[in-house]
């Protein structure tokens, strides 16, 4: 990657969008130009990231030739899975050098130091090109840089500040599992973050309550009580449970690993000063959102209410809380990410109240959520088949009836839930606005989800004006990614961008 070319690239279009605002005379104009902008910054980044993931890849392939030249078979089947990883549409198989070839000790030396240099140089070229993505206000493309910097370079400790990880000993560990190893704690499967002294005695058959040792059996037969539950903090939930505290400490565990998955998606809905607090840790211990963990489907109906019967879980925005009973978390996780999804959007940041219309993104965001996991610490979502997606995949396929965009974006939340399609079709718009074009949509939908939970919204819903594209062609494109019509045009804009 030229790093100069970027860099102008970077410059020039700020210079243009400085002259360009001057000349707006409305908020829209402004507005529309800001988009505008961003979207070319979009196109912009994504050439330059593919031209180096290109260089990345040839360089690869030269080191694998090295060493099949060198007699080095292994390193150079290894150099080159490394580059089919990188390039997935690599299909030949690895070079193989001559049979009679023997390698010395000197090129057995050399290989690691080569390979070291190529993923590096690839690491800090990404670090640099996220470094851009932030200065023109691509939050989210500038944390996926970061993300995929540690990938390569594990310890790239510039990147790992920025995730809000310090060295702890020889490895880097999140700023809140630190300050807890600082004060003298472990980590146990069982029972959380705790001193060694609980640890001892629980390996001995007791727990602490109410002033003693006792059995576990008898500490966990009081607590299953509810006016005698357990209340554990993490870094980022208070949780009342009657459960074990086995399986309330793994319940803890999904919670805050959704936690990191959110932010990991979302992260520009958030505000500069919501970032610097959650990854630098000054909110831990501070505002923790309060989840509610049941043993059973009877206590949670009962707190509830009646009219969630029969559901797993929920989000109860009048008392800022959200409510589960224990079942399959392997098999239900989506219930999970859903409710927190709700929680998160509410609470983690400074929320002024929820707009009248454009309430179609409360169930858009949290159904986008269940489709997202972490695979070795890679962000992978379910794209165009998450189930809600299919379903509306389905439904267009089969010519039945669909809300138009323009209708479905001046809903209040009640008429949305009237909607035929309502979930299915929040579903698959934000699939289409997050993945489509390669995430060209993603931050002007992620702002258009900020609007309106900070009531920007009350004056009709303008999902249009965000994205720079009349709803008539928008829904019309929306309709092509779902159904997977969208590959001519896809090919079309690589055209497009090869362009001096």
């Known amino acids: 990657m030229n790093r100069k070319v970027l860099a102008f690239a970077v410059a020039f279009s700020v210079v243009l969008f400085a002259s360009a605002i001057q000349g707006a005379t409305t908020k829209k104009d402004r507005e529309r130009i800001e988009r505008k902008r961003t979207e070319n910054l979009e196109r912009k980044f994504r050439h330059y990231y593919d031209?180096?993931?290109?260089?990345?890849?040839?360089?690869?392939?030269?080191l694998a030739q090295w060493?099949?030249?060198?007699?080095?078979?292994?390193?150079?089947?290894?150099?080159?899975d490394t580059a089919k990883a990188a390039d997935p549409s690599i299909k030949d198989d690895a070079p193989a050098g001559a049979a009679d070839v023997t390698p010395t000790p000197e090129n057995l030396a050399l290989w690691?130091?080569?390979?070291?240099?190529?993923?590096r140089g690839h690491a800090d070229a990404l670090f640099t090109l996220g470094g851009n993505c932030f200065k023109s206000g691509l939050l989210g493309r500038a944390y996926d840089m970061v993300w995929e910097v540690v990938a390569f370079n594990p310890d790239h400790a510039t990147a790992r500040k920025l995730l809000g990880q310090v060295k702890y000993g020889d490895k880097w560990v999140d700023k809140y599992d630190a300050a807890q190893m600082r004060q003298g704690k472990t980590w146990h499967d069982k029972l959380g973050w705790v001193g060694k002294q609980i640890v001892q005695h629980f390996e001995k058959g007791e727990m602490f309550y109410q002033g003693r040792w006792m059995p576990i059996a008898k500490v966990e037969e009081i607590r299953s009580s509810w006016g005698n539950c357990w209340t554990l903090n993490t870094e980022h939930y208070k949780v009342k449970t009657n459960v074990s505290l086995a399986d309330a400490v793994a319940f803890e565990n999904?919670?805050?690993?959704?936690?990191?998955?959110?932010?990991?998606?979302?992260?520009?809905?958030?505000?500069?000063?919501?970032?610097?607090?959650?990854?630098?840790?000054?909110?831990?211990?501070?505002?923790?959102?309060?989840?509610n963990y049941y043993t059973t489907a009877e206590e949670y109906a009962k707190h509830v209410g009646i009219k969630l019967k029969g559901t797993a879980g929920v989000y109860l925005g009048a008392e800022k809380s959200a409510n589960f009973f224990r079942i399959d978390w392997n098999s239900n996780i989506r219930i999970l990410k859903h409710e927190?999804?709700?929680?998160?959007?509410?609470?983690?940041r400074r929320v002024f109240g929820m707009s009248t219309y454009g309430a179609w993104v409360v169930e858009a965001g949290a159904t986008y959520m269940e489709s997202c996991r972490r695979v070795d610490g890679k962000l992978v979502t379910e794209g165009r088949e998450a189930p809600w997606v299919k379903q509306y995949r389905a439904l267009l396929g089969a010519g039945g009836?669909?809300?138009?965009?323009?209708?479905?974006?001046?809903?209040?939340?009640?008429?949305f839930q009237g909607l035929p399609a309502a979930y299915p079709q929040a579903a698959a718009l934000a699939c289409f606005l997050m993945e489509a074009q390669d995430g060209n949509y993603r931050e002007a939908f992620v702002d258009y989800i900020e609007a309106y939970y900070t009531s920007k919204l009350n004056k009709g819903g303008v999902l249009d004006e965000y994205v720079g594209v009349p709803y008539d062609e928008l829904e019309d494109e929306f309709h092509k990614y779902i159904l997977g019509q969208d590959d001519e045009k896809k090919d079309d804009e690589k055209k497009e961008d090869k362009k001096p």
């Open 340 to 348: 927190c999804t709700h929680q998160l959007f509410f609470e983690s």
């Open 51 to 62: 031209q180096e993931n290109a260089s990345f890849v040839k360089k690869l392939k030269e």
């Open 254 to 291: 999904i919670l805050e690993e959704n936690y990191k998955l959110f932010f990991r998606v979302f992260i520009s809905y958030f505000s500069s000063k919501d970032q610097g607090e959650m990854l630098f840790g000054s909110k831990a211990g501070k505002n923790l959102m309060a989840v």
């Open 67 to 80: 060493c099949a030249a060198s007699g080095l078979a292994n390193e150079a089947a290894e150099t080159w």
């Open 112 to 119: 690691p130091a080569k390979k070291r240099e190529v993923i």
């Open 401 to 415: 009836k669909v809300t138009s965009l323009e209708t479905l974006d001046q809903c209040s939340y009640e008429a």
